[in-house]
């Protein structure tokens, strides 16, 4: 067989891809052709469907309504999702646990949940307390759909008039879907889902419904909630007894329960239900003359004496009992009492120590909020406070606010380094300049203080130091590189924390070690109890024992186990070093007489945060100060208002118990007591080869080296008589202050990281 030629064979080729070419380009041509002529045909039937003029416009802008309103419905179902993922099936079937709480001694101190203000049905309600509740907070409640536009316009005009009292916009809707699901946090997101979680409610429930949940839910002051409770607290009888006047005061609570308190102040109680009657004729709910004996004859309530309502602790309290529910713990039981370890005596000297802190020096420091927690050393919650007014805001700073610890975090970096077995409380450092890639911390007032021991840099609250340290446990790693050993030293601080009883998210950044992450008063607290109870993890807790209805216990605390997480040793080093900041550091304003104190001040940058976090072989304390709305107080440190704080509260825990030793702290004083004793019986012996004057040269140089103790430096140096605000000149506790500290040193906390850097953050 004869093969074809190679120019034959590219002839055929070329004519087939010509003719492939020619088929597609008439198949284009074609399905173009095509395609106008449908195109004409659609136009030319489509004729009839056109529009001119005013039509045109009119379609045209349904058209456009159709569109932004399908993108609107997206963008506002993106936004419900937050709201809507607050809500559960069984979302009030959720709420029916009834507890009772008693203290640490069986006596009750208060109740939550639903049933506590459930025993009154909605028809058995007077209908004077609904008229005066709605002429006051909600006049067109039965109208609207959960946001009353109208109401919201007619508030803000009569605001913005000047003219009369400040009026609200929300609806009752709005302030229960707050009280149910939200907090008091003032945020565009809070609003956002308060909104939705409104229509959500009034798609629920009914009109009614939804107004005695309201009734029965709202904080009315006095450590009472709802109608029912603040009826027989303030006026001794039933709901269904009280008169017009009394109605009146009663629906002037909902506003601002603490302000407008009888028992707190009552002019103001009976101003607020002048207005109150005059908005029930201006509804129409009344008459000008129905109203003249109620104010003729205002409302005066019974007397009580001064109430401790740990509120802040009891709502706190409630939710771990729920939780406890939730996993299962409680069985099906839903009426349960709790005994907490609450003491009302520490719980009255925290409320004390804080109103009088901010009512005597808040505007001198621009401070209006305040956080505290006091724990046994095993956890055991004994007191909280979680702002100055639990009336005004039931927003619990001490369990719920994420603030920057400042250097009150640096204890976690210390104990990472002292379990690491690179270091010990007498181990030298040198204070000097660090970088950690292009961010470069200081210390406050920019200067430095050469070699030192670790317990001095403690005492001193140097920045440089912890920042040292990290990368050094990265080091022993064996991690060479300086960055990469930074971030694994840091990486066993969060570790460290986390597993010492810090639950919030830590941000690892290079200025993590000097306190630039957020955690909460009860995370500081948890961490430090460790210290305090020989090295065992204290999770919070305030639920002892709980019984359900029959009296049976079905809980007991004391059935769990607590975790080593720090070594005897560690715990005894960090409790001489974090002794050393109270008795001669930052935070001597804390000092107990006759009391060990241990702990630690924090002072964030720009003075935002203030803190101190400090112990004993009885309790551990945390406090922190500062605004809401994180704008920076007045130069306010840990060592004042906090460690003074500190101190009110604990000085009077500490009277009339038998005080615990702080794990390995005294056997290490007796240590240094024995090496002081030897030194000195070396010198005895000695005096008797020498002459009088090598004697007192010798004995000059031995007092130079020799360390002072605690309690000579604490004689020297009372504490307190610093000017408030201003920091404190630190005692060194090795040599004469000043022989022992460099110039410049100053002993604030201040985490001045930032100065170098422009901020706290990665490099």
Same mark, same amino acid.
């Given at each position: 067989?004869?093969?074809?030629?190679?120019?034959?064979?590219?002839?055929?080729?070329?004519?087939?891809?010509?003719?492939?070419?020619?088929?597609?380009?008439?198949?284009?041509?074609?399905?173009?052709?095509?395609?106008?002529?449908?195109?004409?045909?659609?136009?030319?039937?489509?004729? +009839?469907?056109?529009?001119?003029?005013?039509?045109?416009?009119?379609?045209?802008?349904?058209?456009?309504? *159709?569109?932004?309103?399908?993108?609107?419905?997206?963008?506002?179902?993106?936004?419900?999702?937050?709201?809507?993922?607050?809500?559960?099936?069984?979302?009030?079937?959720?709420?029916?646990?009834?507890?009772?709480?008693?203290?640490?001694?069986?006596?009750?101190?208060?109740?939550?949940?639903?049933?506590?203000?459930?025993?009154?049905?909605?028809?058995?309600?007077?209908?004077?307390?609904?008229?005066?509740?709605?002429?006051?907070?909600?006049?067109?409640?039965?109208?609207?759909?959960? %946001?009353?536009?109208?109401?919201?316009?007619?508030?803000?005009?009569?605001? $913005?008039?000047?003219?009369?009292?400040?009026?609200?916009?929300?609806? %009752?809707?709005?302030?229960?879907?707050?009280?149910?699901?939200?907090?008091?946090?003032?945020?565009?997101?809070?609003?956002?889902?308060?909104? =939705?979680?409104?229509?959500?409610?009034?798609?629920?429930?009914?009109?009614?419904?939804?107004?005695?949940?309201?009734?029965?839910?709202?904080?009315?002051?006095?450590?009472?909630?709802?109608?029912?409770?603040?009826?027989?607290?303030?006026?001794?009888?039933?709901?269904?007894?009280?008169?017009?006047?009394?109605?009146?005061?009663?629906?002037?609570?909902?506003?601002?329960?603490?302000?407008?308190?009888?028992?707190? !102040?009552?002019?103001?109680?009976?101003?607020?239900?002048?207005?109150? &009657?005059?908005?029930?004729?201006?509804?129409?709910? +009344?008459?000008?003359?129905?109203?003249?004996?109620?104010?003729?004859?205002?409302?005066?309530?019974?007397?009580?004496?001064?109430?401790?309502?740990?509120?802040?602790?009891?709502?706190?309290?409630?939710?771990?009992?729920?939780?406890?529910?939730?996993?299962?713990?409680?069985?099906?039981?839903?009426?349960?009492? *709790?005994?907490?370890?609450? /003491?009302? #005596?520490?719980?009255?000297?925290?409320?004390?120590?804080?109103?009088?802190?901010?009512?005597? &020096?808040?505007?001198?420091?621009?401070?209006?909020?305040?956080?505290?927690?006091?724990?046994?050393?095993? @956890?055991?919650?004994?007191?909280?406070?979680?702002?100055? /007014?639990?009336?005004? $805001?039931?927003?619990?700073?001490?369990?719920?606010?994420?603030?920057?610890?400042?250097?009150?975090?640096?204890?976690?970096?210390?104990?990472?380094?002292?379990?690491?077995?690179?270091?010990?409380?007498?181990?030298?450092?040198?204070?000097?300049?660090?970088?950690?890639?292009?961010?470069?911390?200081?210390?406050?007032?920019?200067?430095?203080?050469?070699?030192?021991?670790?317990?001095?840099?403690?005492?001193?609250? *140097?920045?440089?130091?912890?920042?040292?340290?990290?990368?050094? %446990?990265?080091?022993?790693?064996?991690?060479?590189?300086?960055?990469?050993?930074?971030?694994?030293?840091?990486?066993? +601080? %969060?570790? &460290?924390?986390?597993?010492?009883?810090?639950?919030?998210?830590?941000?690892?950044?290079?200025? &993590?070690?000097?306190?630039?992450?957020?955690?909460?008063?009860?995370?500081?607290?948890?961490?430090?109890?460790? =210290?305090?109870?020989?090295?065992?993890?204290?999770?919070?807790?305030?639920?002892?024992?709980?019984?359900? #209805? $029959? @009296?049976?216990?079905?809980?007991?605390?004391?059935?769990?186990?607590?975790?080593?997480?720090?070594?005897?040793?560690?715990?005894?080093?960090?409790?001489?070093?974090?002794?050393?900041?109270?008795?001669?550091?930052?935070?001597?304003?804390?000092?107990?007489?006759?009391?060990?104190?241990? @702990?630690?001040?924090?002072?964030? !940058?720009?003075?935002?945060?203030?803190?101190?976090?400090?112990?004993?072989?009885?309790?551990?304390?945390?406090?922190?100060?500062?605004?809401?709305?994180?704008?920076?107080?007045?130069?306010?440190?840990?060592?004042?208002?906090?460690?003074?704080?500190?101190?009110?509260?604990?000085?009077?825990?500490?009277?009339?118990?038998?005080?615990?030793?702080?794990?390995?702290? !005294?056997?290490?004083?007796?240590?240094?007591?024995?090496?002081?004793?030897?030194?000195?019986?070396?010198?005895?012996?000695?005096?008797?080869?020498?002459?009088?004057?090598?004697?007192?040269?010798?004995?000059?140089?031995?007092?130079?080296?020799?360390?002072?103790?605690?309690?000579?430096?604490?004689?020297?140096?009372?504490?307190?008589?610093?000017?408030?605000?201003?920091?404190?000149?630190?005692?060194?506790?090795?040599?004469?202050?000043?022989?022992?500290?460099?110039?410049?040193?100053?002993? *604030?906390?201040?985490?001045?990281?930032?100065?170098? $850097?422009?901020?706290?953050?990665?490099?």
């Amino acid at each position: 067989m004869r093969l074809p030629s190679l120019k034959s064979l590219t002839t055929r080729i070329s004519r087939a891809a010509l003719a492939f070419d020619a088929w597609v380009n008439a198949s284009l041509y074609e399905g173009g052709h095509s395609t106008t002529e449908a195109y004409e045909r659609f136009q030319a039937r489509m004729q +009839v469907f056109s529009v001119r003029g005013w039509k045109r416009f009119a379609l045209d802008l349904t058209s456009e309504g *159709v569109t932004l309103g399908t993108a609107g419905a997206m963008v506002l179902l993106f936004l419900a999702q937050p709201a809507f993922n607050l809500t559960s099936d069984n979302w009030l079937k959720a709420q029916d646990l009834a507890v009772t709480f008693l203290d640490r001694y069986g006596t009750e101190v208060g109740r939550r949940g639903i049933k506590h203000d459930d025993s009154l049905k909605f028809d058995d309600f007077p209908e004077l307390m609904i008229k005066a509740l709605l002429s006051t907070e909600d006049r067109r409640f039965y109208e609207h759909w959960g %946001i009353d536009p109208i109401g919201t316009a007619r508030a803000l005009v009569s605001n $913005s008039s000047g003219k009369g009292n400040m009026q609200g916009g929300s609806t %009752i809707t709005q302030q229960l879907a707050k009280n149910l699901f939200l907090t008091n946090e003032r945020s565009l997101e809070r609003k956002v889902n308060e909104a =939705f979680l409104s229509f959500w409610l009034e798609t629920h429930l009914t009109k009614n419904q939804i107004l005695k949940l309201y009734l029965d839910r709202a904080y009315m002051g006095g450590g009472t909630f709802g109608a029912v409770a603040a009826a027989d607290y303030y006026f001794g009888k039933r709901l269904q007894d009280i008169t017009l006047a009394e109605a009146a005061m009663l629906a002037g609570l909902f506003k601002a329960p603490t302000k407008y308190s009888p028992n707190v !102040n009552l002019p103001a109680a009976r101003g607020r239900a002048v207005d109150v &009657l005059h908005n029930m004729v201006e509804a129409g709910f +009344v008459t000008e003359g129905q109203i003249q004996t109620a104010l003729r004859n205002p409302a005066t309530p019974v007397t009580r004496t001064k109430d401790i309502t740990a509120d802040y602790y009891l709502d706190w309290a409630f939710g771990e009992v729920k939780r406890m529910a939730d996993a299962g713990k409680l069985r099906s039981d839903r009426v349960l009492t *709790v005994k907490t370890p609450l /003491d009302l #005596s520490i719980q009255r000297s925290a409320d004390q120590a804080v109103e009088n802190m901010l009512r005597r &020096l808040g505007d001198q420091y621009d401070v209006d909020e305040a956080g505290v927690v006091i724990l046994d050393p095993d @956890g055991a919650l004994r007191a909280m406070v979680g702002g100055a /007014d639990y009336g005004e $805001s039931q927003f619990n700073r001490a369990t719920d606010a994420l603030r920057q610890p400042g250097s009150s975090f640096k204890p976690y970096v210390y104990a990472a380094a002292l379990a690491s077995g690179l270091y010990k409380p007498d181990t030298a450092v040198v204070d000097s300049p660090v970088c950690v890639g292009n961010w470069c911390p200081q210390n406050y007032g920019r200067s430095y203080s050469g070699r030192q021991p670790l317990w001095l840099a403690v005492a001193k609250s *140097v920045n440089t130091i912890p920042i040292k340290i990290t990368t050094a %446990i990265g080091k022993g790693l064996g991690i060479t590189h300086e960055w990469n050993a930074a971030k694994a030293g840091r990486a066993k +601080v %969060i570790q &460290l924390a986390k597993a010492m009883g810090v639950t919030t998210p830590l941000t690892d950044t290079p200025s &993590l070690p000097i306190g630039a992450t957020e955690v909460t008063v009860m995370d500081q607290a948890a961490g430090f109890a460790v =210290f305090a109870n020989g090295g065992k993890v204290a999770k919070p807790y305030a639920a002892t024992e709980v019984r359900n #209805s $029959s @009296g049976e216990v079905i809980y007991r605390h004391a059935d769990e186990k607590p975790v080593q997480v720090l070594s005897s040793q560690v715990t005894a080093d960090m409790n001489y070093m974090l002794n050393k900041v109270v008795e001669e550091g930052t935070a001597r304003k804390a000092q107990i007489e006759g009391v060990k104190v241990a @702990g630690k001040t924090g002072t964030t !940058n720009g003075y935002r945060d203030a803190w101190f976090v400090g112990y004993t072989g009885n309790y551990v304390g945390a406090v922190w100060y500062g605004n809401d709305d994180h704008s920076p107080t007045n130069k306010m440190t840990g060592g004042s208002l906090p460690a003074m704080t500190w101190h009110e509260i604990m000085a009077p825990a500490h009277q009339g118990i038998e005080l615990k030793p702080m794990p390995g702290l !005294n056997e290490r004083n007796r240590g240094a007591q024995v090496v002081q004793a030897q030194a000195d019986n070396a010198a005895a012996s000695t005096a008797g080869k020498l002459s009088r004057r090598s004697f007192e040269v010798l004995s000059s140089l031995n007092g130079l080296f020799r360390t002072v103790e605690p309690s000579r430096s604490a004689a020297k140096n009372e504490p307190g008589k610093t000017e408030p605000g201003k920091p404190e000149p630190a005692r060194s506790g090795a040599l004469a202050p000043d022989r022992m500290r460099a110039p410049g040193i100053a002993p *604030v906390d201040v985490a001045e990281g930032a100065r170098a $850097s422009g901020g706290f953050g990665t490099p």
